[in-house]
Every structure is written in C-alpha cells, then in structure tokens.
C-alpha cells in the first residue's frame, strides 16, 4: 500500500504511522470535570464499514501530519488532507459529519 504524503509524494506505508481518529475534538479545558466527556473522547468510537478520516504521520520522513480519508472496508484512499486543508474542511463540516467528507 502506497500513501501519498503532502510534502513528499507516495511512499510505502512502513513510513507512516496510524495515529488515531481525525474526527474526535477533544475537550476544552471547561469540562475537566466532566468524565462522560472525557470517556466519549478516549473510548467511544464509531465501528463503521465506510470512509473514515484518519490522523496519520510521515514519521520515517517529513514527520508531517496530515488526514487520510479512507474506507475502512476496502481500503481505498478516497482523499488526503494537508492540516490545514483539514481545518479548514472541518469549519465546513458539522462537528460528527467530518467522517463523510467528500472526496
Ligand atoms: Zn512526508
């Protein structure tokens, strides 16, 4: 499986590394307190079959982060997403609807 990074093109996948979930907010520092929040961000996930947006890093490159929009049942990459690119997707987006970005 080749990953085109955004800095430096397709590489091998044994250059990356998988680093979570690219949807999930994490708390702002008002809800401390708040454990539901808390559990709802380090353990509730979505098991899905469809496109998924996934953190990912060039860590045996560039070391850059970016956002893999991939479905999880084919494997497909449908998109990629510099960080920026991202954050700007994500102000377009409801804040559950980012998994079903357009590619
Ligand atoms: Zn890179």
Redesign the pocket.
């Given at each position: 499986m080749m990953i085109n990074?955004?800095?430096?093109g397709k590489?091998y996948l044994s250059e990356f590394s998988y680093e979570g979930d690219a949807t999930l907010t994490r708390p702002d520092e008002t809800s401390l307190m708040d454990n539901q929040a808390w559990y709802n961000y380090v353990y509730a996930r979505v098991n899905n079959k469809e496109k998924h947006a996934e953190l990912w890093q060039?860590s045996q490159?560039?070391r850059?982060f970016f956002v893999v929009i991939r479905d999880l049942h084919t494997h497909h990459i449908h998109h990629i997403y510099s960080m920026s690119e991202w954050q700007k997707q994500r102000q377009k987006q409801p804040e559950n609807k980012t998994a079903e970005v357009q590619s």
């Open positions: 990074c955004p800095r430096c590489r060039h490159g560039c850059q």
